[in-house]
């Protein structure tokens, strides 16, 4: 009688001849040879102890390696088919597509956009906060623009500093806030919010095109932003696709991301002195 462990280690033996000879023809009774068994008896413990034939277990294999070579060199389709022990790159074509749920061609062309995404991720530069904490409620003065954030941004400033020039309203005392409701890569150009704000000084109404809101505080994130408002899309990428996934906290989705602005003197004459802190709200 075999002991079960004995089969196991003898199975052992037969996975590492398959990977070894992965590129060239694989007959059964060599592996039964490998194994020590009479091909009958052996096809039946392969099933038994990789829960697949033989002959799927080294298909499989073969495709797998095909689909790294597909993923991670320029090897020509129809050498990798040979290689993966097909007579011809159609039937190898059927079979990768019937494993992988797309033909090779278009497998290699959808990771090669998906190594380059990465690379481009991987290359951003690290960011992290200058520091977490509670904000409180801001009672706010607006005004909403429609649109892609670089021109309903600017409507929106022009209007609100008519509102301030018409109030009077001493430049030096407020604080300007922006609140961008919607995530460009999700909603379409012109369904994206853009509110100007600032605090509402004490005693000033509404009017025209102004109106109030109150932007809820909570646990946020505080990121500084240098120098030109055209550069903010690549800060917010650093912070949503290199600091988020790496630290330990979760974005809250029901409170927007909010900017604050400081010397926005020098907007038209020296970008590189804007200084804008971005708060990331979290749980």
């Keep these: 009688m075999h002991h079960p462990e004995d089969y196991v280690k003898r199975i052992l033996k037969v996975l590492v001849y398959i990977e070894d000879h992965i590129e060239e023809e694989i007959l059964l009774d060599d592996l039964a040879k490998v194994a020590c068994h009479s091909p009958y008896h052996f096809h039946r413990i392969f099933h038994m102890v990789v829960g ?19 993923r991670y060199t320029d090897q020509p389709i129809t050498e990798i088919a040979l290689d ?10 059927r079979a990768f597509k019937q494993a992988f749920g797309s033909i090779p061609r278009n497998y290699r062309t959808l990771y ?22 509670e ?12 649109g892609k ?4 941004a600017t409507q929106a400033w022009e209007e609100l500093h008519a509102f301030i020039n018409q109030n009077h309203l001493d430049k030096s ?3 300007y806030f922006g609140v961008a409701h919607d995530d460009p890569t999700v909603t379409s150009e012109d369904k994206l919010r853009y509110d100007a704000c600032i605090v509402a000084p004490k005693g000033i109404q509404p009017k025209g095109e102004a109106s109030k809101q109150v932007l809820k505080g909570g646990k946020c994130a505080i990121f ?21 996934p790496d630290s330990q906290e979760s974005y809250d989705e029901t409170r927007p991301c909010f900017e604050e602005y400081f010397n926005t003197q020098f907007v038209k004459t020296d970008p590189t002195k804007l200084v804008t802190k971005i708060y990331i709200p979290i749980m």
């Excluded at 993966?84 to 074509?93: L, Q, V």
């Excluded at 690379?119 to 520091?131: C, E, M, W």
């Excluded at 904000?135 to 429609?146: M, P, V």
């Excluded at 500084?224 to 988020?244: A, M, P, Q």
């Design 52 to 70: 697949e034939t033989v002959y799927k277990y080294v298909r499989r294999l073969r495709l797998d390696k095909a689909a790294m070579k597909l």
């Design 112 to 133: 090669k956009e998906v190594n380059a995404m990465t690379r481009k991720i991987s290359d951003l530069p690290k960011i992290s906060p200058d520091k977490i904490e």
């Design 84 to 93: 993966s022990n097909y007579d011809t790159p159609s039937a190898f074509t």
């Design 135 to 146: 904000t409180e409620d801001l009672d706010l003065l607006f005004i909403r623009r429609r």
């Design 149 to 152: 954030y670089t021109e309903s």
């Design 173 to 175: 005392k407020l604080r």
């Design 224 to 244: 500084t932003h240098n120098g030109s408002y055209e550069k903010l899309v690549e800060t917010f990428d650093r912070i949503f696709l290199k600091w988020l």
